[in-house]
């Protein structure tokens, strides 16, 4: 692990900021380091309101969507409701087809098979529209490059509205209407809306004509939450709003669907986080493992009993998810192994019976272990399909695009793309992928680094900073749990190692004279040698609040242990 103290702002910004806000030097440096220069500024970070979001007219074809839903309610026509299979495309699909219902009835959803149809607008799916007398679809989540496909629906008389977020290519489909601000002329504020995000505005626009206020519109952003953390999306501008008021609804009162899911926990309040790794997975077990159907049945559900019977068939889904990925994330690291690619830039993995389902996660857990861009594919009909993720700093689809001329079609995000490529050219992209990855990724970016926000004392953890530590969330990209350096600490003798293969580390610390903290270190059994030899050590890591039992303590989540210099 690389540690990378931020660099200090601007003295004179943090100075004013501080004597502002009235705080304390080191929190007014959080606030900087986030874009959060001034008094107004703060307020809207800490303050989220419903009145932050723009107004969703301001987005490129807007109108023309609103006008052609419009038109087609008026004129009794069949509405088809299209979007991925992830989490992001199951919710978008369950919120506008669940707004849409609540004053036509002529709605129906689809949902493409991840392994009959693959990512995307499928011709199954307009084909299926066609046979049902559909004369619109609205595309959620997908469609911001399906020339062909939109073509193709076009000569039968279906029109399309995109509602994507993700890059454009060159050219643009033939659709009524694009909704993606990633579009060059599009000048709406705000371009980092998740898939789900862009349907919110959709029907944020469509209330407007039935003079619904934004507080109308409230129930549904449960689920634009859920997939704004299942999208790893920035957790800025928009999303930190939307995020923020769906938190509240999740906690207060969430749809049957999402009730269902999260019944069982005893935790009283989640914050993004649970539903990062609770909510999040079960719904995307439902694409991964059978279809994303039955996402959007549980979802769009609003009869409790019968949600909790769709949670219970996903949470199966869900187990069977985890015992794939364990498994051949297992075959996966033993073919990195054997073909000795432990040096090379890149890990690009292929077996023609994982399941397709779990490549992606697949890709993250090898990336866990060699630590560069990798991509793990599987047989996807007569083709092959992967998942790619990267690492910190490394665009991924950029790399996939030098290396296209290779593939059939690919899409994706810096982070994470997928694509498909005939089985024959499999050998020559991994060659030309890693040759891409050698001369383009800096060395540094093959290292994994932790990226500390400031170095501070146990002195300034008190209540006040707590506090105010809590008004950051929600947390994501570009807004991530603050991370700190401590120098000098000691355990006070209660270090343990904990976990079935003492992979873990529970440490009582102390630095000079301050009262000690729990500290749990996932993953850091190994070194609890630097803790208990008598010498001082540096600790980075995350202030938690531990409840147990009803109690509510202060409790350090390690991320890694350095012997003092």
Known sequence: MRWNLKPKPESQKVKQLAQALNVEEFVATLLVQRGIETFEDAKNFFRPSLDHLHNPYLMKDMDKAVARIELAIANQENILVFGDYDVDGTTAVSLVSSYLKTYYPNIATYIPDRYDEGYGISFKG???????????IIALDCGIKSIDHVGYAKERNIDFIICDHHRPGQFLPDAVAILDPKRTDCDYPY???????????????????????????????????????????????????????????INSDPRPGIKALINQIKKKTLDITDVVFIIAPRINAAGRIKHGNHAVELLSEFNFEQAQQFASEIEKYNSDRKELDKQITKEGLLQIENNLEQKRFSTVVFQEDWHKGVIGIVASRLIETYYRPTLVFTKSGDKLAASARSVKGFDVYNALEACSEHLEQFGGHMYAAGMTLKEENYSIFKEAFEKVVEETIHPDMLTPEISVDAEIDFADISPKFIRILKQFEPFGPQNMTPIFLSKNIKDTGYAKKLGADDEHLKLFVKQNNSEGIAAIGFGLGAKIDLTTNQQPFQLVYCIDENEWNGKVTIQLRLKDIQAED
């Open 126 to 136: 307009i084909d299926f529209a066609e046979d049902n007398g559909i004369s619109l």
């Open 191 to 249: 371009d980092e809306l998740c898939g789900c995000g862009i349907g919110f505005k959709l029907i944020q626009a469509l209330g407007e004509n039935r003079e619904e206020t934004i507080e109308d519109l409230m129930p549904y952003l449960d689920l634009v939450a859920t997939a704004i953390a299942a999208d790893i999306v920035p957790m800025t501008g928009e999303n930190r709003v939307l995020a923020h008021f769906g938190l509240e609804v």
